[in-house]
């Protein structure tokens, strides 16, 4: 605890308040700083993607350096990054979704309900190369080849404990009255999920899994030795599998000019689409909240 | 429920429905036990979620132990990481080299040696430079949000922070590879050499490395390339920004206004009034630090990029680097013997147990939650 004064002289407050001016200004200028800095990536970003990106990028496959036609374009990524998302929402959604009406409806007279927070809070926050080293030992090695599987279980992993939290954050959200008055006429526990509880946090429901769908859209690292990456179209997830993400890794990191223009391109994409998920979420979210205040009224 | 009658009735036709005729048409004869179907499945999903913890731990250390048993405490301290054999002339008491009877060196096949130190030292020297960049900016934000932001756009604000935390780390390590580093290297650091050689003990620390080799001493300036240790750093002081600046602003935001107006009687600046809000809620701004510190620590794509990668451990900030995970990143596709994989497996049990240790801690000091993203 600082001393404390019964008298603190005129000059020593004008000290103080120097001081307290100065640091209003460091944090103003800190928050400048940091605006500044993602306003110029953002900016970088968006001007390299726009300078390369065309219709070619969407429709035409990857052409190797020196045909053609070079670089062509990313179709193959797009779509593979695409059937890779489809794929881990499958098994991803319907187990995180489990396991998020476990915690909000079952977990209150068990001993499950707390270990199960906690562990979906950390897994959350695994590295994600970890996990795709996870993939590579469970899904790679007994099938003997790369392939899509492994990466899209890689995602789902990812996937799951979000998709789980956001779920139980949105189902205790609804009103307890609902449950009550669903009990009260009968229904069992189950019919009151089921057809109460769930179709009123539909929407937010939804949020929850596009935001988990916004992280594994942009993940690259669990899918650089589980799915690895083709330069092929392939919709067997049996085979090595292309992702954007991938793609425009490699792009970048290679050596020839055009093709680093292409992973301009990609990347403005990719957070194009991260973008308007992250926006739809944050518009529906604000919408529900005003509807919620509007009824509670 | 009602005790006149225990038969089942079903409601005549064309009757009104009566009180007691809901009642017992509502209590339907169930064959099984309907609950405890879905209270199966749920509990399945719960218990997937634990059998996901214990997967990843448990495969990771069965993939790793080839490499736990064979280097034991070796792997944490060794610094030498080279997955080939080489060829050692083999020498004699005196130093020198042997020659056998045809005339040609005599040598030696010195086996891989996996020595996870120059990793562990890589990520947290980076982590730790993040910090060093990214808390005072973070916590400077935080507190112009909540105190001095005018209401109109902090929302706006706020809302860009999160976003940029969504971007994938490609994204910054793109732009990182691509305008930071080249920056870096023709501008900075050169600037800075220029601008600390008036010192010339800071530029030695620095600038100039010292190796003994074969009983010299040889002492070169280190070759200024923009991907090294000081490029990721700050790269990742970049990523850790949006996601500790995101917590202590709710932290900040979750002070209670009496506190405030407490300080303000008492007559404190606007700065004095702050430092106790910082003081009110620092177990709060620790876990958020520690979050930031955990994504710094698995962060892969951005770092790779721009690290320079050289598995060695050299002391200046200035020299190529490596981390974990953009030692595994690089060389995990690329592994051809078993106790290679091996190696790498036990590397990323390492660096598992470290986030998992940063994250548990800072569940502990704050409990959020899962809006805000992880490393990746």
């Not at chain 1, 020593?12 to 308040?17: D, E, K, S």
């Not at chain 1, 990028?57 to 990524?77: L, S, V, W, Y």
């Not at chain 2, 913890?53 to 080839?66: D, E």
């Not at chain 2, 030292?121 to 910090?131: E, M, Q």
Request: hydrophobic fraction near 50%; include cysteine; charge should be positive.
């Amino acid at each position: 605890m600082p001393a404390t004064r019964r008298h603190i002289s005129p000059h020593y407050q004008r000290y103080l308040n120097a001081k307290s001016t100065v640091f209003q200004g460091l944090c103003v200028v800190f928050a400048a700083i940091v605006l500044a800095v993602f306003a110029f990536v953002a900016f970088y970003l968006f001007s390299q993607g726009i300078h390369h990106i065309g219709l070619a990028f969407f429709t035409e496959m990857p052409i190797p350096p020196g045909m053609a036609g070079a670089p062509g374009g990313m179709a193959n990524a797009l779509l593979g990054t695409l059937i890779l998302i489809a794929l881990a929402g499958v098994v991803g959604i319907p187990l995180g979704m489990l396991a998020g009406i476990y915690l909000a409806e079952y977990s209150s007279n068990s001993w499950l309900g707390a270990p199960v927070r906690f562990i979906s809070d950390v897994l959350a926050g695994v590295p994600s190369i970890v996990v795709g080293i996870l993939g590579y030992e469970l899904l790679v090695v007994p099938m003997g080849h790369y392939n899509g599987y492994a990466g899209a279980a890689a995602l789902a992993f990812i996937m799951i404990p979000i998709v789980a939290r956001t779920t139980e954050e949105m189902l205790r959200l609804v009103p307890h009255s609902y449950r009550e008055a669903s009990i009260a006429l009968g229904a069992s526990k189950t019919r009151t999920i089921l057809k109460v509880v769930i179709p009123a946090a539909t929407g937010s429901l939804v949020t929850g899994v596009m935001l988990a769908i916004a992280r594994i859209a942009g993940e690259t690292a669990p899918l650089l030795f589980t799915a690895l990456g083709s330069r092929l179209l392939t919709l067997n997830p049996a085979n090595p599998f292309p992702s954007l993400t991938v793609q425009v890794f490699n792009y970048a990191t290679g050596p020839y000019k055009d093709e680093q223009d292409l992973a301009w391109a990609g990347m403005l994409i990719l957070i194009a689409i991260v973008f308007v998920l992250n926006l739809t979420v944050r518009f529906t979210t604000s919408r529900m909240q005003r509807e919620r205040r509007g009824r509670a009224r | 429920m009602s005790s006149e009658s225990s038969q089942p009735i079903s409601p005549e036709p064309n009757s009104p429905p009566s009180g007691e005729g809901i009642r017992r048409s509502l209590r339907t004869k169930r064959r099984f036990n309907v609950d405890a179907v879905l209270a199966g499945f749920t509990r399945l999903g719960a218990l997937c979620i634990i059998g996901m913890l214990v997967a990843l731990l448990a495969v990771l250390t069965i993939a790793a132990w080839p490499s736990i048993t064979q280097y034991k405490a070796r792997f944490l301290t060794s610094s030498q990481w080279r997955a080939n054999s080489r060829e050692v002339s083999v020498r004699d008491a005196a130093g020198h080299i042997v020659f056998d009877s045809d005339g040609e060196m005599t040598t030696k096949t010195v086996p891989p040696e996996f020595g996870a130190w120059p990793v562990i030292y890589g990520t947290t020297v980076s982590s730790i430079l993040a910090l060093l960049f990214a808390v005072p900016l973070s916590f400077g934000t935080a507190l112009f949000l909540v105190r001095l932001c005018p209401r109109i756009i902090a929302g706006t604000v706020s809302f860009l922070i999160e976003f940029l935390a969504a971007i994938p780390s490609i994204a910054y390590g793109m732009w990182a590879l691509f305008v930071l580093a080249p920056l870096l290297q023709h501008y900075v650091e050169p600037g800075l050499r220029h601008a600390l050689s008036w010192m010339p003990w800071i530029n030695r620390w620095l600038f100039v490395e010292t190796q003994t080799v074969v009983g010299r001493t040889v002492s070169q300036e280190i070759p200024l390339t923009g991907n090294d240790m000081f490029c990721g750093g700050l790269v990742l002081a970049i990523m850790i920004l949006p996601i500790i600046t995101a917590i202590s602003r709710d932290v900040l935001k979750g002070v209670p206004r009496e506190q405030l107006e407490g300080t303000s009687a008492l007559g404190a600046t606007w700065w004095q009034s702050s430092r106790e809000m910082l003081r009110y809620s620092r177990s709060g701004l620790f876990g958020a630090v520690m979050l930031g510190l955990a994504r710094a620590a698995g962060e892969t794509m951005a770092v790779t990029m721009v690290c320079g990668n050289n598995t060695q451990v050299r002391f200046s900030l200035f020299a190529p680097t490596q981390t974990m995970s953009s030692l595994l990143a690089n060389e995990f596709a690329e592994a051809n013997s078993d106790i290679h994989r091996a190696a790498l497996a036990e590397v990323a049990l390492i660096l598992l147990v470290m986030s998992l240790l940063f994250n548990i801690i800072a569940r502990w000091l704050v409990v959020d939650s899962s809006a805000h993203a992880a490393a990746h």
